[in-house]
C-alpha cells in the first residue's frame, strides 16, 4: 500500500524542507506540500499525520560492532563504573544473578581506567578476588586491551614462556608472571576461551541489536562484524534472517582479516565484492593497523609524551596491509583500516598510494584517523581516500590527548572541520558498542567540540565546528557515498529508498545543549515502520 506521511517538515537540502512524502514500493515517489500530496492521493493510500515534526535521512552508521552490540547483553556491563572495586562490584552482580555453570568464561566490557580515581588497570589477582576458579575477562572500552584473571590465563596456557605475537603485549608482574593484562594481537591468545558463534546465536543478537538501531533512527550500518575465524555463520545468520523476513536495517559487512592467507581462502571458497541480498552485503576488507590512545597502543610517529620512549603498536606490517589491499582490490572488494595514531595512518596512505589506480575508485579509506598531522589530511584529499570519524571520541579523549601527544599534536588532531573544508569526505560513525549507538551526542560533539558536560567552555579546538547540516551529511549522504549508495541513501528524494526518521525535537533550532537530547519518535525503513515511540 502506498503511504503519506504529511504536516511534517521533511528535510530536503541546507535550509531547504518539505511538507509531504509519497512512499510507493518502499522508496520515495513524490516529495512535496501537504496540499499536493494529499489531493493527488489514491483512496486506498495510508495518509499519516506528523503534527509538524522535523523528519531527517535515515542515519547510516558508518562503522560499528552491530553484531557484538547484541551479544554485550549476555556479558558484564563495565560502561562508567569509577573504580577498580565498582568493576569488581559489577562482577559479582553479574555472577551470582546469572550463576554461570563451572568453568564456563565469563566476559565483560566497558572499563576505561582513565575514569578512575586511581587509574591503574585491574590485574589478575584483583579479578581473583571474585572469581577464583571461573574464568574472567573484561575488556577495555577500546577492545585493544583486556584483563583476565588466573583462571582465564591458566586455561589458555599463557605463561612467562608464551611467545609474544607480534603487534601485541603481555604484561608481567612483579614475580615476572603474566599479570593478566594483554594488548590488541595477544588478545586473540584468549579466543579458544569463548564458545565459538552459531548461526542461532549471530540471529538471536542481531535481532536485539537490530531494535536498538531503530529505535536510535539509524537505518543502515558499516559493520564490522565477522572475520576469518566467523564469516560463515555470520553470512548464514544473514541469510537466514533475510529469508524470514527479519532485517530491519542495511548492513554493508566490514569484513576484518589479519593474514594475505586468510583472505585469499575468503575468496577461494567463493566470496566476492557485493555478495549479499536485498539488505546486506559484503562490502569492505576491515584492516587493524594499531591499537588505541586510551591504552597507549595507537601507533604514533614520536614517542607518548606521557610514556617516553613507547610509540605504541604495530598490529599489521606494510608488506602484509600491502599484499591484502592488492588482493582485496583485485577482487573489487574496498580496503578500510583502524588506523588511530599517525604512524598507522601514513602506513595506509603509503599503501593506498601504491595500490592504484589513481582516483582510488574503489573508495579505499581510514577509519578513526584520530591522531593527524596537517599534512596528511592534504593526502586524504589527493588520494581521495574517505575518513570514517567518530566525533563522540572527542567526549573523552580530549581529556588525555594532549597528555599523550603533546600540546603540537593534539591541537592538529580530531581536526574533522578542516579536512572536509579541503574536500577530504568525511563519514561519521560511534563505533558503537565502544561508543553508544545514540547519533545525537555524536553530533553534538562534532557541532561544539565539547564533551557531553558541556566542557570546555566554547569547545576543545573550535576551529574545528562544523555546521548541523555539515554534520547531518556527513552522517547520512557521505556515509551512503563511502559503500557506493549516494544514489539510493542518505537523502529524502524521489526515486531514494524510504530510509528516515521522525524527531521529538527541531534538530535545527533546539539549543546546542539540547541536542543529545534529541529523541527518535519514529524509524522507517524501506516504507516500513520499524520503530515508534510509546506516547
Known amino acids: 500500500m502506498d503511504t503519506i506521511y504529511h504536516n511534517g517538515r521533511f528535510y530536503i537540502g541546507p535550509g531547504r524542507f518539505a511538507q509531504a512524502v509519497w512512499l510507493k514500493a518502499g522508496r520515495f515517489y513524490r516529495v512535496s506540500d ?8 489514491p483512496a486506498a493510500c495510508q495518509k499519516i499525520d506528523l503534527e ?3 523528519a531527517l535521512p535515515g542515519f547510516n552508521d558508518s562503522h560499528l560492532h552491530l553484531l557484538s552490540i547484541g551479544q554485550e547483553l549476555g556479558m558484564v556491563d563495565l560502561y562508567g563504573v569509577t573504580s577498580v572495586e565498582a568493576l569488581l562490584d559489577r562482577c559479582r552482580a553479574f555472577l551470582a544473578r546469572r550463576q554461570p555453570p563451572p568453568g564456563q568464561t565469563v566476559v565483560g566490557n566497558g572499563w576505561n581506567q582513565d575514569l578512575f ?13 571474585v572469581a577464583p576458579a571461573q574464568p ?7 577492545g585493544n586491551l583486556l584483563c583476565c584473571n588466573t583462571a582465564a590465563l591458566r586455561q589458555a596456557g599463557i605463561t612467562a614462556a608464551t611467545p609474544v605475537p607480534p603487534g601485541g603485549g603481555i604484561d608481567l608482574g612483579p614475580d615476572g608472571q603474566p599479570n593478566g593484562i594483554l594488548r590488541d594481537n595477544a588478545i586473540a591468545l584468549l579466543d579458544p576461551l569463548l564458545p565459538p558463534p552459531t548461526a542461532e546465536s549471530c540471529r538471536t543478537a542481531y535481532l536485539a541489536a537490530m531494535a536498538h538501531a531503530a529505535a536510535c533512527g539509524i537505518t543502515s550500518v558499516q559493520t564490522n562484524d565477522c572475520n576469518a575465524a566467523t564469516w560463515p555463520v555470520v553470512l548464514a545468520a544473514l541469510r537466514q534472517l533475510e529469508d524470514a523476513g527479519l532485517l530491519t536495517l542495511r548492513l554493508n559487512l566490514q569484513c576484518a582479516f589479519d593474514t594475505p592467507a586468510a583472505l585469499e581462502q575468503f575468496f577461494a571458497a567463493g566470496n566476492r565484492a557485493g555478495q549479499g541480498g536485498k539488505w546486506w552485503r559484503v562490502g569492505a576488507l576491515k584492516l587493524f593497523v594499531d591499537g588505541s590512545l586510551g591504552a597507549r597502543t595507537a601507533w604514533l610517529r614520536t614517542p607518548y609524551a606521557d610514556a617516553p620512549g613507547e610509540y605504541g603498536l604495530c598490529c599489521l606490517s606494510k608488506a602484509d596491509a600491502l599484499a591484502m589491499a592488492r588482493l582485496a582490490n583485485a577482487h573489487g572488494l574496498t580496503v578500510v583500516a583502524h588506523a588511530i595514531g599517525d604512524a598507522a595512518i601514513a602506513q595506509m596512505l603509503a599503501v593506498y598510494r601504491q595500490v592504484g589506480p589513481a582516483g582510488n575508485p574503489l573508495r579505499n579509506g581510514i577509519i578513526h584517523c584520530q591522531i593527524t598531522t596537517p599534512g596528511q589530511w592534504a593526502e586524504f584529499a589527493a588520494l581521495k581516500a574517505p575518513a570514517y570519524v567518530q566525533p563522540i571520541f572527542i567526549d573523552y ?21 578542516t579536512p572536509a573544508a579541503q574536500g577530504v569526505r568525511i563519514c561519521y560513525g560511534t563505533d558503537a558498542p565502544v561508543e553508544s549507538l545514540n547519533p545525537f551526542p555524536n553530533l553534538y560533539c562534532a557541532i561544539t567540540r565539547q564533551a557531553l558536560n558541556g566542557t570546555p567552555a566554547g569547545g576543545w579546538h573550535p576551529a574545528q565546528r562544523v555546521s548541523r547540516e555539515e554534520a547531518l551529511a556527513h552522517y547520512t549522504a557521505d ?3 563511502a559503500e557506493f549508495a549516494e544514489g539510493e541513501k542518505g537523502k529524502i528524494a524521489p526515486g531514494y529508498l524510504a530510509d528516515f526518521v521522525v524527531l521529538d525535537k527541531d534538530y535545527f533550532t533546539v539549543p546546542e545543549g539540547e541536542i543529545p537530547g534529541i529523541r527518535v519518535t519514529r524509524t522507517i525503513v524501506g516504507g516500513r515502520q520499524v520503530f515508534a515511540a510509546a506516547r
Open 479 to 481: 556515509s551512503a557515498w
Open 52 to 54: 509538524g515534526k522535523v
Open 117 to 129: 580515581a586511581s587509574p591503574a588497570i585491574p590485574t589478575r589477582t584483583q579479578l581473583d578476588a
Open 136 to 142: 574472567l575477562i573484561l575488556n577495555r572500552v577500546c
Open 34 to 41: 501537504s496540499a499536493t500530496l494529499l489531493a493527488e492521493a
Open 397 to 417: 579523549d580530549h581529556t588525555i590527548a594532549q597528555a599523550r601527544c603533546g600540546a603540537a599534536l593534539a591541537e592538529t588532531s580530531y581536526a574533522f572541520g
